[in-house]
C-alpha cells in the first residue's frame, strides 16, 4: 500500500491496540459478567471484533454485509438492554464525564447503521439499469427519518446548552462540520456519482483501499463515542484518555475521508454541493433532494462521467 495508506492504517491499528489494552484489562466485567446487556455484550465483542479485522485483511461483500447488521443488531440492543429509556443529558452525545447513554441516541444511531448497510450493499451490486434504483434504495431510509429521535450536535457547543469544557464544545462543533461533510459527498454525493452517474473507475470502489480506511473510519466513529463512554462510567479509563482516543479516532477517520474524497473519482463536487446547498434551501426532504439530484445526474451521465 501507499505511505499515506500506511500512515493512516497505523493510525486506526494504533487506536485499536491502546483500546484492545482496556478491554483486555477488563473484560469479564465488560462481556461476561453484570446484570444488565446480556444481548448487548456479545453483540458489542463481536462488532469490537469485526471493527479490528477490517485494520488487518482486506474485506468483501460478507465481511461488509455482517459489519452492517452487526451495527444495527448492537444499537437496538443497548436501546433494549439498559435501563435509560427515561435517562437525559444536558445535551446530546456522551463526551462529558457525566453524561450517559440515552435511549433516544441508540435508536437514532440504528437510523444511521440502516444507512451504512443499505449503501454498501447498493455500491456492492451496482449494475446494469438497476444503478437509479439503487440510489433511490440507498436514499429510502429518509423517508422514515421522523420516526425517529433527532438528538442535535448544536445542543452541545451552543451557548446555554452546551457542554462546560470547551475542549468538548470544540469537538462537537467539529463532530457536526463531519456529518455535513458525510452526509452531502459520502454518502449523497457518493451514491449519486458511483451509482448514476458510474463512472468506470467505480467499478471496483468497495474494495479500494481509500474506500476500506474511510469505511473502516465511519463504523467505528459511529460506535466508540459510546463504547469509551462506557469505560470512562465503569472507571476503566479517564475522561483524559478517552478525549484523546477521541480526537486520534476524529483525526484518523477525517484524513481517511479527505484521502478517499481526493483519490476517487466516485464523488462528484458538483452533486455533492449542490446536496449540501439542498440541505438548507429546502430542509427535512433528503429523500426528494436526493432523487432530483438523481435525475439530474442520469440525465447528465456523459459529461459527469468523464
Given at each position: 500500500?501507499?505511505?499515506?495508506?500506511?500512515?493512516l492504517?497505523?493510525?486506526?491499528?494504533?487506536?485499536f491496540?491502546?483500546?484492545?489494552?482496556?478491554?483486555?484489562?477488563?473484560?469479564?466485567?465488560?462481556?461476561?459478567?453484570?446484570a444488565?446487556?446480556?444481548?448487548?455484550?456479545p453483540?458489542?465483542?463481536?462488532?469490537?471484533?469485526?471493527?479490528?479485522?477490517g485494520?488487518?485483511?482486506?474485506?468483501?461483500?460478507?465481511?461488509?454485509?455482517?459489519?452492517?447488521?452487526?451495527?444495527?443488531?448492537?444499537?437496538?440492543?443497548a436501546?433494549?438492554?439498559?435501563?435509560?429509556?427515561?435517562?437525559?443529558?444536558?445535551?446530546?452525545?456522551?463526551?462529558?464525564?457525566?453524561?450517559?447513554?440515552?435511549?433516544?441516541?441508540?435508536?437514532?444511531?440504528?437510523?444511521?447503521?440502516?444507512?451504512?448497510?443499505?449503501?454498501?450493499?447498493c455500491?456492492?451490486?451496482?449494475?446494469?439499469?438497476?444503478?437509479?434504483?439503487?440510489a433511490?434504495?440507498?436514499?429510502?431510509p429518509?423517508?422514515?427519518?421522523?420516526?425517529?429521535?433527532?438528538?442535535?450536535?448544536?445542543?452541545?457547543y451552543?451557548?446555554?446548552?452546551?457542554?462546560?469544557s470547551?475542549?468538548?464544545?470544540?469537538?462537537?462543533?467539529?463532530?457536526?462540520?463531519?456529518?455535513?461533510?458525510?452526509?452531502h459527498?459520502?454518502l449523497?454525493?457518493?451514491?449519486?456519482?458511483?451509482?448514476?452517474?458510474?463512472?468506470?473507475?467505480?467499478?471496483?470502489?468497495?474494495?479500494?483501499?481509500?474506500?476500506?480506511?474511510?469505511?473502516?473510519?465511519?463504523?467505528?466513529?459511529?460506535?466508540m463515542e459510546?463504547?469509551?463512554?462506557?469505560?470512562?462510567?465503569?472507571?476503566?479509563?479517564?475522561?483524559?484518555?478517552?478525549?484523546?482516543l477521541?480526537?486520534v479516532?476524529?483525526?484518523?477517520?477525517?484524513?481517511?475521508?479527505?484521502?478517499?474524497?481526493?483519490?476517487?473519482?466516485?464523488?462528484?463536487?458538483?452533486?455533492?454541493?449542490?446536496?449540501?446547498?439542498a440541505?438548507?434551501?429546502?430542509?427535512?426532504?433528503d429523500?426528494?433532494?436526493?432523487?432530483?439530484?438523481?435525475?439530474?445526474?442520469?440525465?447528465?451521465?456523459?459529461?459527469?462521467?468523464?
Amino acid at each position: 500500500c501507499s505511505p499515506h495508506d500506511a500512515a493512516l492504517l497505523a493510525l486506526f491499528r494504533g487506536f485499536f491496540v491502546v483500546l484492545g489494552a482496556v478491554v483486555v484489562a477488563h473484560w469479564r466485567r465488560l462481556f461476561v459478567v453484570g446484570a444488565f446487556g446480556r444481548r448487548h455484550r456479545p453483540a458489542g465483542l463481536l462488532h469490537l471484533a469485526l471493527l479490528v479485522r477490517g485494520c488487518f485483511e482486506g474485506c468483501g461483500l460478507a465481511y461488509d454485509a455482517t459489519l452492517g447488521v452487526s451495527g444495527i443488531v448492537l444499537t437496538l440492543t443497548a436501546a433494549a438492554d439498559f435501563p435509560h429509556a427515561d435517562a437525559r443529558n444536558r445535551a446530546s452525545g456522551t463526551l462529558d464525564e457525566s453524561a450517559v447513554v440515552t435511549r433516544s441516541e441508540m435508536i437514532e444511531h440504528a437510523f444511521y447503521q440502516c444507512l451504512n448497510l443499505l449503501q454498501i450493499l447498493c455500491l456492492h451490486f451496482a449494475g446494469g439499469t438497476r444503478r437509479l434504483g439503487l440510489a433511490l434504495l440507498a436514499a429510502s431510509p429518509w423517508l422514515v427519518r421522523r420516526r425517529f429521535p433527532v438528538n442535535r450536535f448544536s445542543d452541545n457547543y451552543a451557548v446555554g446548552t452546551g457542554s462546560d469544557s470547551p475542549v468538548v464544545r470544540l469537538m462537537y462543533s467539529v463532530k457536526k462540520s463531519q456529518y455535513l461533510f458525510y452526509k452531502h459527498f459520502l454518502l449523497h454525493g457518493l451514491n449519486l456519482t458511483a451509482l448514476v452517474a458510474r463512472p468506470r473507475a467505480c467499478d471496483a470502489l468497495p474494495a479500494s483501499p481509500p474506500f476500506r480506511r474511510y469505511w473502516l473510519g465511519l463504523n467505528a466513529s459511529y460506535v466508540m463515542e459510546f463504547f469509551l463512554q462506557t469505560l470512562v462510567r465503569r472507571k476503566f479509563l479517564s475522561q483524559t484518555a478517552m478525549l484523546a482516543l477521541q480526537t486520534v479516532l476524529m483525526l484518523a477517520a477525517s484524513l481517511a475521508a479527505i484521502a478517499f474524497l481526493a483519490a476517487s473519482p466516485c464523488v462528484d463536487l458538483r452533486l455533492s454541493l449542490i446536496s449540501l446547498a439542498a440541505n438548507f434551501l429546502h430542509r427535512h426532504h433528503d429523500f426528494a433532494n436526493t432523487a432530483a439530484l438523481a435525475l439530474l445526474a442520469l440525465l447528465s451521465r456523459p459529461h459527469l462521467s468523464t
